[in-house]
Antibody, heavy 120, light 111 residues
Framework: QVTLKESGPALVKPTQTLTLTCTFS??????????VAWIRQPPGKALEWLAR???????FYNTSLKTRLTISKDTSKNHVVLTMANMDPVDTATYYC????????????WGQGTTVTVSS | QSVLTQPPSVSGAPGQRVTISCTGS?????????VHWYQQLPGTAPQLLIY???NRPSGVPDRFSGSKSGSSASLAITGLQAEDEADYYC???????????FGGGTKLTVL
């Protein structure tokens, strides 16, 4: 059974750095073609892709946020970590991690999401 | 504003057929990048509904189907049921942005 779960602070202050962890089970990020991504959704708005990390440690970022994002993985712990620097109230959103195997192309399994509010 | 354009809302009566369009451009759908569709029930995470334009993951009813032509794609839902009331998103890759992109979402109301 494949599961993903996001964890991190519910509240951050403006200018702070957000660190989110995706803990997954039921698959290995070492397997060829396996990938994990982060996607966010502001309240009442559409989904926005943020970053992706691949089995071979290739990393991809949303160009509009690239300077603020860092994605990394710890294969032994089944973790993917996303950091976002210089948080702003417009970054208030639900943040999801999702699996995206190459053979599927899309995001086939999602975590439940974690809500992050940016406020002083 | 998303590079993939969806109607904000569609509606239909139980048993009817509805379609949701997703219009892109030559840098995404028109560039032959695949389109994927997601269903987001109220208060829950999105779920993959259609991948690679026309394929259904196991467990997705065959009432849901996808198609793609030129720079556009469509999701069709037949035999509408009350449980289909949700937000639907298309998703593809845009080479100009170098990013995976989502449509703005379409809210389906079952009358």
């Amino acid at each position: 059974q494949v599961t993903l779960k996001e964890s991190g602070p519910a509240l951050v202050k403006p200018t702070q750095t957000l660190t989110l962890t995706c803990t997954f089970s039921g698959f290995s990020l070492s397997s060829t073609g396996m990938r994990v991504a982060w996607i966010r959704q502001p309240p009442g708005k559409a989904l926005e892709w943020l970053a992706r990390i691949d089995w071979n440690d290739d990393k991809f970022y949303n160009t509009s946020l690239k300077t603020r994002l860092t994605i990394s993985k710890d294969t032994s712990k089944n973790h993917v970590v996303l950091t976002m620097a210089n948080m702003d109230p417009v970054d208030t959103a639900t943040y999801y991690c999702a699996r995206t195997p190459m053979v599927i192309g899309g995001f086939d399994m999602w975590g439940q999401g974690t809500t992050v509010t940016v406020s002083s | 504003q998303s590079v993939l354009t969806q109607p904000p809302s569609v509606s239909g009566a139980p048993g009817q057929r509805v379609t949701i369009s997703c219009t892109g451009s030559s840098s995404n759908i028109g560039a032959r990048y695949d389109v994927h569709w997601y269903q987001q029930l109220p208060g829950t995470a999105p779920q993959l509904l259609i991948y690679h334009n026309t394929n259904r993951p196991s467990g997705v009813p065959d009432r849901f189907s996808g198609s793609k032509s030129g720079s556009s794609a469509s999701l069709a839902i037949t035999g509408l049921q009350a449980e289909d009331e949700a937000d639907y998103y298309c998703q593809s890759y845009d080479s100009s942005l170098g990013a995976w992109v989502f449509g703005g979402g379409t809210k389906l109301t079952v009358l």
